[in-house]
T-cell receptor, first 113, second 116 residues
Framework: QQPVQSPQAVILREGEDAVINCSSS?????VHWYRQKHGEAPVFLMI?????EQKGHEKISASFNEKKQQSSLYLTASQLSYSGTYFC??????????????FGQGTILTVHP | GAGVSQSPSNKVTEKGKDVELRCDPI?????LYWYRQSLGQGLEFLIY????????KSGLPSDRFSAERTGGSVSTLTIQRTQQEDSAVYLC??????????????FGEGSRLTVL
């Protein structure tokens, strides 16, 4: 079962903030965030392990609420370089899904000058 | 150091033909993943290897798809009797950690498959 991302698309002006959400119906061990620019391979942003930690990368940070099986990616003071498709990936706790990293459908982020 | 290498980068084939896609992961990476990405779509999980074993093959779309990994290194994804709906970019990724501790995935540039 793949995670569900929202919104599907976001359009921003440079300097504005955005939040991308990711939710799963399964108990999660970890949440992974990647960004893919058009015509390129996905690039790693960060991993969050269960425990509710929040991590940051440049002006991009994320949180993980393991009780709700939800994660949010926060982009502050967006830059043109932030444009791309953001994917959340999840690893479930146990069972046949053990170790399987499944991605959501992606959120297309467009930043305009 | 070299990243994840995939070949061919582009493959055009006729419906019904078999194709093989190759992935050369980063040296020493024990975990290897195959994903499929159709035009404008997300990353569809196909299969995951830990060493030479595939704990989860549940994402393979049909029995026309198979994959193997030898020597804990190179992996081959084979699609038999290709269909037009198989057209997509096939992405391979490797990680130094697998299982529940799956770490950062390093993706290759992908193999773009077009089935006519």
């Amino acid at each position: 079962q793949q995670p569900v991302q929202s919104p599907q698309a976001v359009i921003l002006r440079e300097g504005e903030d955005a939040v991308i959400n990711c939710s799963s119906s399964k108990a999660l061990y970890s949440v992974h965030w990647y960004r893919q620019k058009h015509g390129e391979a996905p690039v790693f942003l960060m991993i969050l392990l269960k425990g509710g930690e929040q991590k940051g990368h440049e002006k991009i940070s994320a949180s993980f609420n393991e009780k709700k099986q939800q994660s949010s990616l926060y982009l502050t003071a967006s830059q043109l370089s932030y444009s791309g498709t953001y994917f959340c990936g999840t690893v479930s706790v146990a069972g046949t899904s053990y170790g399987k990293l499944t991605f959501g459908q992606g959120t297309i982020l467009t930043v305009h000058p | 150091g070299a990243g994840v290498s995939q070949s061919p980068s582009n493959k055009v084939t006729e419906k019904g033909k078999d194709v093989e896609l190759r992935c050369d992961p980063i040296s020493g990476h024990t975990a290897l993943y195959w994903y499929r990405q159709s035009l404008g779509q997300g990353l569809e999980f196909l299969i995951y290897f830990q060493g030479n074993s595939a704990p989860d093959k549940s994402g393979l779309p049909s029995d026309r798809f198979s994959a193997e990994r030898t020597g804990g290194s190179v992996s081959t994804l084979t699609i038999q009797r290709t269909q037009q709906e198989d057209s997509a970019v096939y992405l391979c990724a490797s990680s130094s950690l697998g299982g529940a501790n799956t770490g950062e995935l390093f993706f290759g540039e992908g193999s773009r498959l077009t089935v006519l």
